[in-house]
């Protein structure tokens, strides 16, 4: 399954790149996230519970980031094990546009692909999950970007 989009961000590339890398910004932005912790420059393990359609599972597992051409694009790989409920692996291919001084266009292409109970719930419903769980991660993505800084704190005005 694969799907694409495009999040504007009020921050300079540099800025979302930073957050891009950031693992406590992507354990806000991922849903269903409990745990994400840097275990080398490139690499991370990944705790998420999902619910699709009625299976509720959690996943562990390895996340890892690929192809880095800083600060403009990386492939952001992950595979989780999610015990009975199955499997589930898949990555994003990002890419950063500057939109002027203080914008960016982060563009995204994810593939994703899951096995063993989850993958009998239906292709249109592990669609459209796919799809909402993507959405969420970039537009929450560019909110905690946009509104706090490089480490996420809220700004106040």
């Known amino acids: 399954m694969d799907m694409n989009g495009s999040e504007r961000i009020e921050a300079p590339v540099e800025t979302v790149w930073q957050a891009l890398n950031d693992p406590e910004i992507l354990r806000q932005a991922i849903p269903g996230c409990e745990s994400l912790d840097k275990t ?3 690499t991370m393990t990944a705790k998420v ?5 009625p299976i509720k599972a959690k996943f562990e597992g390895a996340v890892e980031l690929q192809n880095l051409n800083p600060p403009f694009s990386y492939t952001i790989a992950g595979e989780g094990k999610g ?3 199955g499997f589930a692996k898949g ?3 990002v890419s950063l546009e500057a939109d002027g001084p ?3 266009i982060l563009t995204y292409t994810v593939k994703a692909e899951v096995g063993g109970k989850i993958a009998q719930l239906g292709s249109r419903l592990i669609d459209s999950t796919s799809k909402k769980l993507a959405g969420e ?3 929450k ?3 905690i970007v946009a509104g706090g800084g490089a480490h996420g704190e809220p700004q106040t005005a």
Request: charged residues 15%; negative net charge; glycine residues 18%.
């Open 49 to 53: 519970v999902l619910k699709i359609g």
């Open 91 to 93: 990555g994003a291919d």
């Open 137 to 139: 991660f970039f537009s």
């Open 40 to 42: 080398s420059d490139t």
């Open 83 to 85: 015990g009975l409920a």
């Open 102 to 104: 203080d914008a960016t």
């Open 141 to 143: 993505f560019g909110a």
